[in-house]
């Protein structure tokens, strides 16, 4: 698996500054005028006095506050996505729902026990990399017998291009399938609720696309986006990456469609409390 070079991360932490930077100043500038309006208000009349635009101050004003509040959380929110897409994180997320595939497999509690798993990419880059590294991972410390198929689309959008891969692995008795793949995936969901065996979301919430879903790796950007605006507001904010990871809830696993056992349910939490703990740390590249 490709590694991050020398660029590659000056390339990551010049973006992260930079939409820090943009958060800061956007948000700084646009809760000013929301605290101290009138003031604000006053300058700008006095500023406009003999210009055409001088009775148009309070609309004006209305509407520049909230683009720059605006630009400033969306600065945040691509800051924050930025973080989250770092190595670590999406490896930890990974190694939950991979330890969920290997526990129900184990269990004989999947669909039809094969013990066989499988995860779908969509291009083969660090950050998708990551989660299938901390899925394998997982699902191998759980149960070493298991088999563990990888396969990639080269896409992240075309639904039809992850169902082909899905609709492989599954005639090579794949029970549960992870996706990897953004839109794209889709089509992992669907080919394995037309299969009748599982899936797993990733990023967000998936348990509505397709009844074959039974956990997501939840990237919780509400949560994280909501820390760094209440650090803006608090006076707290000082620039830089912030990390959120399962520690502090910024991410974790849902358990979708699926009613899980009480053995695998404390399995699952012995798991999450020694990655807290810093005890068992998921590897970044793929296991062999």
Not at 92 to 105: N, Q
Not at 242 to 267: C, E, K, M
Request: proline content about 5%.
């Amino acid at each position: 698996m490709p590694r991050l070079t020398s660029p590659d991360i000056a390339s990551y932490i010049l973006q992260v500054l930079v939409s820090a930077f943009l958060a800061i100043l956007f948000l700084q500038s646009g809760i000013d005028k929301v605290v101290d309006r009138r003031g604000n208000r006053a300058y700008f009349e006095q500023h406009f006095a003999k210009s055409p635009l001088a009775g148009t101050v309070g609309p004006m004003l209305t509407v520049i506050t909230l683009l720059e509040i605006s630009a400033g959380a969306l600065s945040g929110m691509g800051c924050v996505v930025l973080i989250l897409t770092h190595d670590s994180m999406v490896a930890y997320l990974g190694a939950l729902v991979g330890a969920i595939a290997a526990l129900m497999e184990k269990a004989n509690k999947a669909p039809k026990n094969t013990h066989v798993i499988g995860a779908v990419g969509g291009i083969s880059i660090p950050p998708v990399n990551h989660y299938i590294a901390g899925y394998k991972w997982a699902a191998t410390m759980e149960d070493p017998s298991i088999k563990v198929l990888v396969g990639y689309s080269n896409d992240f959008t075309d639904p039809a291009k992850c169902k082909n891969v899905a609709s492989s692995q599954i005639s090579a008795k794949s029970d549960i399938l992870f996706q990897v793949a953004g839109g794209c995936g889709l089509g992992v969901l669907q080919a394995a609720g037309q299969a009748g065996v599982y899936s797993v979301g990733v990023d967000a919430d998936q348990k509505d696309a397709d009844p074959s879903v039974i956990a997501s790796a939840l990237k919780k950007v509400d949560v994280a986006t909501y820390t760094a605006i209440q650090n803006v507001v608090n006076g707290k904010f000082t620039g830089g990456a912030l990390t959120f990871s399962i520690a502090n809830d910024g991410a974790g696993y849902a358990v979708d469609n699926l009613n899980v056992p009480a053995d695998i349910q404390t399995a699952l939490d012995d798991l999450k409390a020694k990655i807290k703990a810093g005890t068992l740390t998921p590897p970044a590249d793929i296991p062999a």
